[in-house]
């Protein structure tokens, strides 16, 4: 069975740029779930997806970062534009079922670096 | 969700008993406890989960005492491997969000 794939794994861009993750969860699972960790920060949630739909967005620092998961599939997260504090590795999860009793498959993440 | 306090590093060495315990104590009654182990430049891969007493699988085994407030992981005979970073996180089936602390930083020497 794959497991979640997320790319880039690295990305570099300057400040006021425009970056787009992209994350695919293991086949059959509805439940997309997408984290981070900036520098010397604990992981933290930013948004849920069930389907295609945007179960909890609550973790969402600002209107920089936009989520969209086309068709249920895979699920994109695009910051635009990109500040210095947005730096930091960008997990992506997805499960069966919703809920934390339910085990979280991650991605590898995608380390973000805006300079 | 409940708040989780565990050591922020250990030490080890290879072929040791390593136990990292981890305080829970506003633990609600559907919580269940749940490990992650975290490689370096990789995400977090569930290890084991329990409700209470002793659950064991092919990589851990997890301590719950009566009052749940508190769990103990247990890695028999450690390896270089599993240098990593182990988080404790409760939370049941409501909800959706993981919540980590700043996990346990455990290194195995040779």
Redesign the interface.
Known sequence: EAG?TQFPSHSVIEKGQTVTLRCDPISGHD?L?W?RRVMGK????LL?FVKESK??ES?MPNNRFLAERTGGTYSTLKVQPAELEDSGVY???SSQA????????????TRLTVV | LAKTTQPISMDSYEGQEVNITCSHNNIATNDYITWYQQFPSQGPRFIIQGYKTKVTNEVASLFIPADRKSSTLSLPRVSLSDTAVYYCLVGGTAGNMLTFGGGTRLMVKP
Request: charged letters at 10%; aromatic letters at 26%.
């Open positions: 979640v439940n779930y984290y604990e992981i933290k949630f849920h179960q909890d973790g997990f992506c999860a919703s809920g934390v009793v339910y085990g979280y498959t991650f991605g590898s993440g």
